[in-house]
């Protein structure tokens, strides 16, 4: 037997293998290591898929080539990659043996009290497997290779794995054809050294950095002259219909021409931004669905496949997607825009659901993120969110906040059965009678909020501060948009209602604010799919009040 730290020391990334089979009882034990390796909440989330067959090899070999060439790209150093070019990880078909490591995201459909903090605990448990497969291996005196550089999306499709079977990546097993100086490759070709120690450093004081207070917003935007709003009525007036009878268009068009301050508005590159986070409270049972699905939701927007991603192509309007608070680690795209404060938010049935400085964070993020979109030329925005849970977040705030009793501020969400709705009732009533904080709007925040409502608040007072118009979605939207008039009353002018929702307590938000929403379709969705539905009626708004002819330049007579 090999001294332990013989083995830590051995080289890893072992590239290239001898035909040898590898022997059942070699992989029973390495196998064995990987299952008393460290599994959070005694979950037993890790899997192994073993590959013999020479056609899947072949095709997850094709899959890195294909994925390599990316790889390769992405140093701009000419030698470096062409060095890269040259290694063309022949172990993929070489290696005897093809282990897959994967970790079962369907065990946090039931609470796993090791997965609060971060349900990428999962995933750590994994990583602990696989280490603990190549000591044994390398202890018998085989090896295993990690290749990671693959398309995991096409990776699992090819390998016919469930969504809920995430892999870490596929492992090259067998005896290894040399130990390469017992050096990494990297090491090798004088890519990189490893360092030769490892970083340490002892922390001893708490951070006490104190953040600005970014919650404020600027003073109003200065008044539109009374002379333009009647020269703007006229002009609605002055079409060819009777007065009035566009109905909402006719208000619609009002309100734009009056937020842009011009007789001739346009609407300049449409945004809808979904912010995305996790709760505490969903791990009490509130919603029909795992708090995982909100993950799931995620990765659909960004592959194009939620609802909101199909009204947005329909209708012309660029889709931001926003991490504000999920528990999970998304690998770092282009896509994604990353303002994440903490993996969900505590349950506030507890203690607060965030800090001080979170609250404050989340307001400083969702500005600069729709600051950004401002910059790039966008008037007009829109705000959708995703959470599982944050009907109950919203349903809470919306009656600290105005004061309505919880009962008449709970709705079902999405799938919530007449049981589990009742359930939710008294967990809500439960939480609001536990509070005993101070009745500032920031304290009540803090102790109640969900990361991706807050996150749209400032996002919206950033939205009005850019002289942006402002499309709300639904219940949960509008209960953000509750936060920000709270916050500047003058937000008021450029917010568009965009559909009143099937949630009961939406309906009397929208009466408790005094507005009037576009469209009444029963919508129970969120993601901003409201917005995007309505769009082209504010489109049709813009559209009339432009083109069509007055009775003058028609030459119809006026009665």
């Known amino acids: 037997?090999?001294?332990?730290?013989?083995?830590?020391?051995?080289?890893?990334?072992?590239?290239?293998?001898?035909?040898?089979?590898?022997?059942?009882?070699?992989?029973?034990?390495?196998?064995?290591?990987g299952h008393w390796a460290p599994s959070v909440g005694l979950t037993d989330a890790t899997k192994y898929y073993?590959?013999?067959?020479?056609?899947?090899?072949?095709?997850?070999?094709?899959?890195?080539?294909?994925?390599?060439?990316?790889?390769?790209?992405?140093?701009?150093?000419?030698?470096?990659?062409?060095?890269?070019?040259?290694?063309?990880?022949?172990?993929?078909?070489?290696?005897?043996?093809?282990l897959v490591i994967c970790y079962d995201r369907s065990v946090l459909n039931n609470f796993t009290i090791g997965t609060v903090g971060s349900n990428e605990a999962i995933k750590f448990s994994a990583v602990c497997a696989a280490q603990n497969i190549w000591l044994s291996l390398t202890e018998q005196g085989y090896s295993m290779g990690w290749v990671s550089i693959l398309n995991y999306y096409q990776f699992k499709k090819l390998l016919g794995l469930p969504e809920h079977i995430e892999p870490l990546g596929y492992f090259c097993v067998g005896k290894p054809a040399t130990n390469y100086n017992n050096q990494p490759m990297l090491q090798q070709l004088q890519w990189k050294q490893k360092s030769e120690k490892?970083?340490?450093?002892?922390?001893?004081?708490?951070?006490?950095?104190?953040?600005?207070?970014?919650?404020?917003?600027?003073?109003?935007?200065?008044?539109?002259?009374?002379?333009?709003?009647?020269?703007?009525q006229h002009k609605i007036d002055h079409k060819t219909k009777p007065t009035g009878a566009l109905g909402i268009l006719e208000v619609l068009a009002k309100q734009i021409g009056t937020?842009?301050?011009?007789?001739?508005?346009?609407?300049?590159?449409?945004?809808?931004?979904?912010?995305?986070?996790?709760?505490?409270?969903?791990?009490?049972?509130?919603?029909?669905?795992?708090?995982?699905?909100?993950?799931?939701?995620?990765?659909?927007?960004?592959?194009?496949?939620?609802?909101?991603?199909?009204?947005?192509?329909?209708?012309?309007?660029?889709?931001?997607?926003?991490?504000?608070?999920?528990?999970?680690?998304?690998?770092?795209?282009?896509?994604?825009i990353a303002a994440k404060i903490d993996r969900g938010t505590k349950s506030f049935l507890q203690g607060p659901a965030m800090s001080k400085e979170q609250l404050e964070l989340c307001f400083e993020k969702g500005s600069e993120i729709v600051s950004v979109i401002a910059q790039k030329g966008s008037?007009?925005?829109?705000?959708?969110?995703?959470?599982?849970?944050?009907?109950?977040?919203?349903?809470?705030?919306?009656?600290?906040?105005?004061?309505?009793?919880?009962?008449?501020?709970v709705g079902k969400g999405t799938g919530v059965n007449d049981e589990k709705l009742r359930f939710k009732n008294e967990i809500l009533r439960k939480a609001i009678d536990s509070y005993d904080g101070n009745d500032s709007l920031d304290e009540k925040l803090?102790?109640?909020?969900?990361?991706?409502?807050?996150?749209?608040?400032?996002?919206?007072?950033?939205?009005y501060k850019n002289n942006m118009l402002i499309l709300v979605d639904g219940f949960?939207?509008?209960?953000?948009?509750?936060?920000?008039?709270?916050?500047?009353?003058?937000?008021?002018?450029?917010?568009?209602?965009?559909?009143?929702?099937?949630?009961?307590?939406?309906?009397?938000?929208?009466?408790?604010l005094n507005v009037k929403a576009i469209l009444q379709l029963d919508l129970r969705l969120g993601e901003g799919t409201g917005c995007a539905v309505a769009f082209p009626i504010v489109q049709s708004a813009v559209a009339f009040l432009?083109?069509?002819?007055?009775?003058?330049s028609a030459g119809v007579s006026n009665k």
């Open 198 to 232: 490892p970083f340490v450093e002892e922390i001893s004081m708490l951070n006490k950095t104190e953040t600005g207070n970014n919650s404020e917003v600027e003073s109003a935007l200065e008044n539109v002259s009374a002379e333009f709003e009647a020269a703007l």
């Open 1 to 33: 037997m090999k001294d332990l730290y013989e083995i830590l020391q051995s080289r890893r990334d072992t590239r290239h293998f001898t035909s040898e089979a590898v022997p059942e009882q070699v992989i029973q034990k390495a196998l064995l290591a």
């Open 446 to 463: 803090a102790y109640f909020g969900g990361f991706e409502i807050l996150q749209m608040a400032g996002g919206m007072l950033e939205a």
């Open 259 to 336: 937020v842009f301050k011009t007789l001739e508005p346009k609407i300049l590159q449409p945004n809808i931004v979904v912010f995305a986070a996790d709760h505490g409270i969903a791990n009490h049972g509130v919603s029909a669905y795992p708090q995982d699905v909100t993950r799931q939701m995620v990765a659909n927007f960004l592959e194009g496949g939620a609802a909101i991603n199909v009204f947005c192509r329909q209708n012309n309007i660029q889709l931001s997607v926003v991490d504000s608070g999920v528990n999970y680690d998304f690998a770092p795209i282009s896509n994604l």
């Open 379 to 409: 008037n007009c925005i829109g705000f959708g969110e995703m959470g599982i849970g944050n009907t109950s977040t919203a349903s809470v705030l919306m009656s600290v906040i105005t004061g309505i009793p919880i009962e008449d501020c």
């Open 476 to 512: 949960i939207c509008s209960v953000a948009f509750l936060i920000a008039f709270k916050k500047n009353p003058n937000i008021m002018k450029n917010a568009v209602f965009s559909h009143q929702s099937a949630e009961q307590a939406h309906v009397k938000l929208l009466n408790y």
């Open 50 to 98: 073993l590959i013999t067959s020479d056609e899947i090899k072949k095709a997850v070999k094709e899959l890195f080539l294909e994925y390599d060439e990316k790889a390769a790209n992405q140093t701009d150093n000419l030698y470096q990659r062409k060095q890269y070019q040259n290694l063309k990880l022949e172990a993929i078909e070489e290696a005897p043996l093809g």
């Open 546 to 552: 432009n083109e069509m002819a007055s009775f003058e």
